[in-house]
């Protein structure tokens, strides 16, 4: 069963390392650190997306920038308290880590899959040149009771088609993990820099149940 929930979670990235390793948190004794990495696109646009990483699994006290690295894992969430509000915060969770000498093959450096369930309505909308687009936010259960919120954007033909998933539908998703920056207005004066993670989708089903 668990092996099961783990399968509907799956992403590869590779990609090149541009920070060191910082604490995130501790769990039965094992440290976990965050470190980016830099992956391209094939439109030459690259996305720099967070790691979450044992202490166990790789030498941590190092400084990996610059070199390239394969991980699989998952793409998790957890909400992390920021006063009043609730923030979203999303990584790889990262259970295999191999250096490679170069990357042989640029269309697969950053693959996902998942397999879960809608759980807010479908936001679809149009840019100002016409181009269709729909938000959605899929859960994926994890072990032990736990499930990851995923934010994932579709384009096209697909953002039409998910226009009319309805709450708590179940649906398999392809695509890649991608950053996108955003600036949050504080109040008229002021304005900050944030950076969204979220999953571009290429394919998406509808699972009948």
Same mark, same amino acid.
């Given at each position: 069963?668990?092996?099961?929930?783990?399968?509907?979670?799956?992403?590869?990235? &590779?990609?090149?390392? &541009?920070?060191?390793?910082?604490?995130?948190?501790?769990?039965?004794?094992?440290?976990?650190?965050?470190?980016?990495?830099?992956?391209? !696109?094939?439109?030459?646009?690259?996305?720099?997306?967070? $790691?979450?990483?044992?202490?166990?699994?790789?030498?941590? #006290?190092?400084?990996?920038?610059?070199?390239?690295?394969?991980?699989?894992?998952?793409?998790?969430?957890?909400?992390?308290?920021?006063?009043?509000?609730?923030?979203?915060?999303?990584?790889?969770?990262? !259970?295999?880590?191999?250096?490679?000498?170069?990357?042989?093959?640029?269309?697969? #450096?950053?693959?996902?899959? $998942?397999?879960?369930?809608?759980?807010?309505?479908?936001?679809? !909308?149009?840019?100002?040149?016409?181009?269709?687009?729909?938000?959605?936010?899929?859960?994926?259960? !994890?072990?032990?009771?736990?499930?990851?919120?995923?934010?994932?954007?579709?384009?096209?033909?697909?953002?039409?088609?998910?226009?009319?998933?309805? &709450?708590?539908?179940?649906?398999?998703?392809?695509?890649?993990?991608?950053?996108?920056?955003?600036?949050?207005?504080?109040?008229?004066?002021?304005?900050?820099?944030?950076?969204?993670?979220? &999953?571009?989708?290429?394919?998406?089903?509808?699972?009948?149940?």
């Amino acid at each position: 069963m668990i092996d099961k929930i783990i399968e509907n979670n799956r992403v590869s990235i &590779v990609g090149e390392i &541009v920070s060191e390793f910082r604490y995130s948190h501790e769990v039965f004794g094992e440290g976990f650190y965050m470190v980016d990495v830099s992956v391209d !696109r094939l439109s030459e646009l690259t996305d720099i997306i967070p $790691l979450m990483v044992s202490e166990r699994l790789v030498d941590v #006290t190092q400084d990996y920038t610059g070199r390239l690295v394969e991980v699989s894992g998952q793409f998790r969430s957890y909400n992390r308290h920021e006063g009043t509000r609730n923030k979203l915060v999303l990584s790889i969770f990262v !259970r295999e880590w191999e250096e490679v000498e170069e990357n042989l093959d640029a269309g697969r #450096t950053n693959q996902i899959f $998942l397999d879960g369930f809608i759980c807010k309505p479908p936001i679809y !909308r149009k840019t100002p040149l016409g181009r269709e687009i729909a938000d959605l936010l899929i859960a994926v259960n !994890r072990p032990y009771g736990k499930s990851d919120y995923i934010p994932c954007i579709a384009w096209g033909r697909n953002a039409r088609y998910a226009s009319a998933f309805e &709450v708590g539908g179940h649906i398999q998703i392809w695509g890649r993990v991608q950053s996108r920056e955003y600036i949050k207005k504080i109040n008229e004066d002021e304005s900050e820099k944030h950076t969204a993670y979220e &999953v571009s989708v290429s394919k998406l089903e509808y699972v009948d149940e």
